[in-house]
């Protein structure tokens, strides 16, 4: 039996799968569903769990080189929304990228992980190092 770090088998299985510079998508609630890509739902609630709240648990397990990002992020939410995202992202090159562009990259990902994020345009597309 697990200790820590991330219990969900789903989660574990897919993180398993991902090398060099395969990506994985952190969705928030509304993202369109790609019928060919694995997705583990997690949505619980509104907002249980957030896209930070899985960007958190994997960070510690998962060696991220570049985060692409939807450039409307920053039009729709707060700073303070902003900002939260920025501090867990200190020190890994994000590119923004206009969301149309952004959704364009999904279908190369390895899996996605769906949230029940309701901030708009919080999805992250994680490439590993």
Do not use: C
């Amino acid at each position: 039996m697990l200790k820590g770090g991330i219990l969900n088998p789903n989660v574990n299985s897919l993180l398993s799968r991902v090398r060099h510079t395969n990506t994985l998508v952190i969705a928030d609630r509304g993202f369109p569903f790609w019928p060919a890509i694995e997705t583990i739902d997690l949505a619980l609630v509104d907002d249980i769990p957030r896209v930070t709240d899985v960007l958190g648990a994997l960070l510690p397990n998962f060696v991220v080189g570049r985060v692409y990002l939807a450039a409307e992020f920053f039009e729709n939410n707060s700073p303070q929304t902003a900002k939260v995202l920025q501090d867990m992202l200190q020190g890994i090159e994000v590119v923004m990228e206009p969301h149309v562009a952004f959704k364009q990259r999904v279908p190369s990902a390895i899996g996605l992980i769906r949230t029940a994020e309701t901030n708009p345009y919080s999805n992250l597309i994680l490439e590993s190092a």
